[in-house]
């Protein structure tokens, strides 16, 4: 079945860094768009950032943009988050996602549980 598995994730200090992972297994990871969506209490989820399903185009949410970088290994079906220069208005739980694309051209949306991000002193 589809798994989405994020790790990574922890308590760190402002102006720390963090690399999430997200492992996915039971699709063809290549022919999945991949995103990491944050959801902090009490607000909407957003998105973080985006990447293509060969990593040839990203997109960042704009307040994110130059702290964070999103790359993805086809090799290993693992998309990653580099979080850099954290503050504490980061902390939420952090989500991978996947816009998948079957061979039928249905696209499904498959989501992983999330991964708790604390920046805090």
């Known amino acids: 079945q589809v798994q989405l598995v994020e790790s990574g994730g922890g308590l760190v200090q402002p102006g720390g860094s963090l690399r999430l992972s997200c492992a996915a297994s039971g699709f063809t990871f290549s022919r999945a768009a991949m995103s990491w969506y944050r959801q902090a209490p009490g607000k909407e989820r957003e998105l973080v950032a985006g990447i293509s399903n060969y990593g040839e185009s990203t997109n960042y949410a704009a307040s994110l943009k130059g702290r964070f970088t999103i790359s993805r290994d086809n090799a290993q079906n693992t998309v990653y988050l580099q979080m850099n220069s954290l503050k504490p208005e980061d902390t939420a739980v952090y989500y991978c996602?996947?816009?998948?694309?079957?061979?039928?051209?249905?696209?499904?949306?498959?989501w992983g549980q999330g991964t708790q991000v604390t920046v805090s002193s």
């Open positions: 996602s996947a816009k998948y694309v079957a061979r039928s051209g249905l696209y499904y949306d498959y």
